[in-house]
């Protein structure tokens, strides 16, 4: 586990610098010092560079405990982390050919049943609530267009 630890932090040290060199050119800021297209992927790189980082210290620090400790990968827990994984996938793709607003109003409902919530109100309420709070703060607050169907284009 010691090993796959280590290997996770230095690929997520390699995204991170993949994403300040893909992002080399782009501005930072403008010039009245609004966030440019850099801004963005710029915070994300050097978060994944810290957490590989912070990844690397967990593993020399806890060497001693977590060499005798057992990774279950079959768990009822980590089965529905795969399929979760799965979900986000075909979430990716619908994304791309319904847009953000059908493809998030399906996601949400299905992620919070398969974390336990069943009452139907609560899920429908829930998921139209997130998306009308997201589509006001990114379209009209950040002036930030979210994916559109690739069908209505």
Known sequence: MRKLNIVVGALSVLLGLVILYL??????FDESGVPGERFWPYGLAWLFIGLG???WIEVFIARLKTTDEEVDL????????????VIMVVYGVILNYTGFIVSTLLLIPVIMWMMGERRAWF???ISVVMVASIYIFFTMIFNSPLPISELLE
């Open 53 to 55: 980082i912070l990844q």
């Open 123 to 125: 899920l429908a309420s």
């Open 23 to 28: 992002s080399r050119d782009m501005s930072l």
């Open 74 to 85: 079959t768990s009822p827990a980590v089965r529905t982390s795969y399929l979760v994984a």
